[in-house]
């Protein structure tokens, strides 16, 4: 059982930042990946950024050189940066965990999705 709180979305105008936090809480045992996915109004969750426990990151395509996502391994904790945002980058973020060392039905967990709003 894992808990996951979100916070950092908000409003920003086209071209600011925002800095999205999460942290995992409750029976955490190996975390293995902590992420960040997205979903707009209409379309599909999709992933924005993971990185590993040994430090290894993957972006989407669309946020390279615009995002980085960083981790404390000891506080269980995962920060999204994000730079030059779009308003294509709106949506409701969620922070995502995958555990190691467990079976499949405790292995994924999702946090409740904070909004990010890019408009002028």
């Known amino acids: 059982q894992v808990q996951l709180v979100e916070s950092g979305g908000g409003l920003v105008q086209p071209g600011g930042s925002l800095r999205l936090s999460c942290a995992a809480s409750g029976s955490i045992f190996s975390i293995g990946i902590m992420g960040w996915y997205r979903q707009a109004p209409g379309k599909e969750r999709e992933l924005v950024a993971t990185i590993t426990r040994g430090a290894n990151t993957n972006y989407a395509e669309f946020v390279k050189g615009r995002f980085t996502i960083s981790m404390d391994n000891a506080k269980n904790t995962v920060d999204l940066q994000m730079n030059s945002l779009k308003p294509e980058d709106t949506a409701v973020y969620y922070c995502?965990?995958?555990?190691?060392?467990?079976?499949?039905?405790?292995?994924?967990?999702w946090g409740q999705g904070t909004q990010v709003t890019v408009s002028s």
């Open positions: 995502y965990v995958h555990m190691t060392f467990v079976m499949s039905s405790l292995r994924d967990y």
